[in-house]
């Protein structure tokens, strides 16, 4: 089964840090953009930062010089680590990988979530 688990959210004051990972498991054939969306209470889902697999990186606004993301291709996992925080930065934090896998019914081309982490910035 092809999925990515996420971990290293948690309870942080404001200013703080936090380093989230996510690694993609299975028979993973090649990994494309991986990215963090954030999905605060009554809001919609939000793209964070994303990365390619040559490196290639983009920002939400509201996260450059604060947030930095970056992968391991070998260990098939992104990181996003999070400095500065601040109460706006609270949410459930997801992790989204676009990947070649191969699966029960053949090779696939998938958009995969992760189950997503729960990250709170207290003032």
């Known amino acids: 089964q092809v999925q990515l688990v996420e971990s290293g959210g948690g309870l942080v004051q404001t200013g703080g840090s936090l380093r989230l990972s996510c690694k993609a498991s299975?028979?993973?054939?090649?990994?494309?953009?991986m990215g963090w969306y954030r999905q605060a209470p009554g809001k919609q889902r939000d793209l964070v930062a994303t990365?390619?697999?040559?490196?290639?990186?983009f920002y939400a606004d509201s996260v450059k010089d604060r947030f930095t993301i970056s992968r391991d291709n070998a260990k098939n996992t992104v990181y996003l680590q999070m400095n500065n925080l601040k109460p706006e930065d609270t949410a459930v934090y997801y992790c989204?990988?676009?990947?070649?896998?191969?699966?029960?019914?053949?090779?696939?081309?998938?958009?995969?979530w992760g189950q997503g982490t729960l990250v709170t910035a207290s003032s």
């Open positions: 299975g028979s993973i054939l090649s990994i494309d953009v």
């Open positions: 989204n990988a676009g990947l070649r896998a191969r699966t029960v019914s053949g090779y696939r081309t998938l958009e995969l």
């Open positions: 990365i390619t697999s040559g490196g290639s990186t």
